[in-house]
């Protein structure tokens, strides 16, 4: 498993490229924006992505937007 080119911060979920890397874990990493320098505080970006509940929330907005414009287009045609 090769070195990220970026780990995420658990502590404000931003992006970090300010980090060292050894034998496929996080040795040291800061983040410029909460200051989180714990090495056990970050996570990598396929591992943040694959977060179930994070796929959950995203097709709950998608369901939301086309309800909001079928009673937009209601309102059009009266
Ligand atoms: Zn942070």
Known sequence: MGRPDYIICLECESEV???SWREGEV???VCDVCGNNDP???????DFE???ET???EDDIEDEY????ADE????EE
């Open 50 to 52: 694959e977060d179930p």
């Open 66 to 69: 086309e309800d909001y414009g």
């Open 17 to 19: 490229d300010q980090f």
């Open 27 to 29: 040795r040291k990493a």
């Open 40 to 46: 056990d505080a970050f996570s990598l970006p396929e």
């Open 55 to 57: 796929q959950v929330e």
């Open 73 to 76: 287009d209601e309102e059009e």
